[in-house]
């Protein structure tokens, strides 16, 4: 039975080959900060008020002028088609109907126009890698045009984090075919059959837009998939210039950075460990969260990501200074299981459990969240 994300979980090793399930759930060197951002959470407590009418109870949050039905979004993740085919197009609907927001990975497999004509009416938000300046500009470019409502810096990936489950499967980009992954997709013939008249999956959006292949630096660039580490905080007025709409950093965890963004003209600022995927010694996303909020005193929006598996982890993010959160896995694991469908049910699942968390703590709104919180069990800076 499929009560619960961790049903989900244990259902995706079924389902997907080997490589695919360990690229989800893989995580940095030995896993620590993986395992910290669930653990942290389940130290959190909330404490109930009885004895108020909670008949009805909104979970609704309003951000950047919209309405999201929840305080949930997707959170980029890349390479979706490896789990579905078109698995963004997938997400992006069940987010759609979900009326909540859906954020596209600059490193997916399918352009982002494609993905937006999926979920017209619906919110999405365009993740930034930049790999190579006039490669992002194109891609920021393509997303203002086509209606992207929030531009995502993704600040935490200098360079990729050490994911030894990877390499031992000998699973990289670009994707070449060794014996070893060949035998994993022989042994899951259902999942084989459904990728291959897709053939390799690749990074749709990085290839250069317009005539010719785009600047021989370009093409360098895209070939070591290696990441612009000179990007500074002076390079945002360069992004600013570009997009005028609502401009977030993914990955900040320092209240200094937090206080820096500010100083910088930043709109949002998503706390994010990127799921463990990146620095192992890392704080847990809950655990910094306070702190940047803190720094932060509500001048811009604050969300966060990382060991969301439960509606509580989403009520004690809220209470611990959150305006929504987002998760990562648990809709790819939905979306393994059962496609557009199955990532429907783990976002009902969440909004289910969302509900009877705040009737419990006798909140109606999603505002009176941060009240139930009196024991102080991680230390705000
Ligand atoms: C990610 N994440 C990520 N983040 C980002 O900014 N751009 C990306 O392309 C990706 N790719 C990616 C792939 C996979 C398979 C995972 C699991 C994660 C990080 C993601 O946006 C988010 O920060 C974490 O997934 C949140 O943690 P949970 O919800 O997975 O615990």
């Not at 979900?98 to 999926?118: H, K, Q």
């Not at 897709?198 to 290839?207: C, Q, Y």
Request: overall charge positive; hydrophobic content about 45%.
């Amino acid at each position: 039975m499929l009560l619960n994300i961790e049903d989900y979980r244990r259902r995706t090793r079924a389902v997907l080959p080997r490589f695919v399930h360990d690229y989800i759930e893989g995580s940095a060197d030995d896993g620590h900060c993986m395992r910290r951002n669930a653990g942290d959470l389940s130290g959190i407590e909330l404490t109930p008020r009885v004895l108020r009418d909670t008949t009805r109870v909104d979970t609704s949050v309003e951000v950047f002028g919209r309405k999201w039905a929840l305080p949930l979004g997707i959170a980029p993740t890349g390479l979706n088609g490896l789990v579905r085919p078109e698995g963004d197009r997938l997400l992006a609907a069940a987010a759609g109907e979900a009326g909540i927001p859906f954020s596209l990975s600059t490193a997916s497999n399918m352009r982002l126009e494609d993905v937006r004509a999926a979920a017209p009416g619906g919110m999405q938000w365009m993740q930034l890698y930049v790999m190579h300046r006039e490669m992002a500009s194109q891609i920021v470019e393509r997303a203002r045009k086509d209606g992207y409502q929030a531009l995502v810096l993704t600040v935490d990936v200098p360079v990729s984090g050490n994911r030894e489950l990877d390499l031992r499967n000998g699973f990289r980009m670009p994707f070449r075919p060794t014996p070893r992954l060949a035998w994993d997709l022989v042994s899951h013939p259902r999942w084989s059959l459904r990728m291959a008249p897709r053939g390799a999956p690749d990074f749709a959006n990085l290839t250069p837009s317009g005539s010719g292949a785009g600047s021989t630096s370009m093409q360098a660039a895209l070939l070591a998939r290696a990441m612009d580490q000179s990007l500074v905080w002076e390079s945002l007025a360069w992004l600013r210039g570009m997009w005028k709409g609502p401009l977030l950093l993914k990955g900040v965890l320092h209240p200094d950075d937090a206080r820096m963004a500010l100083d910088h003209g930043i709109d949002g600022l998503i706390v994010s460990n990127h799921g463990g995927r990146q620095n192992d010694a890392s704080p847990s996303a809950i655990s910094a969260l306070p702190r940047v909020a803190n720094a932060v005193a509500g001048r811009i929006p604050v969300f966060m990501d990382g060991g969301i598996r439960r509606g509580g982890d989403i009520a004690k993010a809220l209470a611990l200074g959150a305006m929504a959160v987002f998760v990562g896995r648990p809709t790819l694991y939905g979306l393994a299981v059962g496609g557009q469908q199955g990532a429907a049910a783990v976002l009902k699942i969440l909004a289910d459990e969302l509900v009877r968390n705040m009737t419990l703590l006798g909140a109606t709104t999603v505002r009176d969240l941060p009240a139930r919180r009196l024991a102080a069990t991680l230390q705000a800076a």
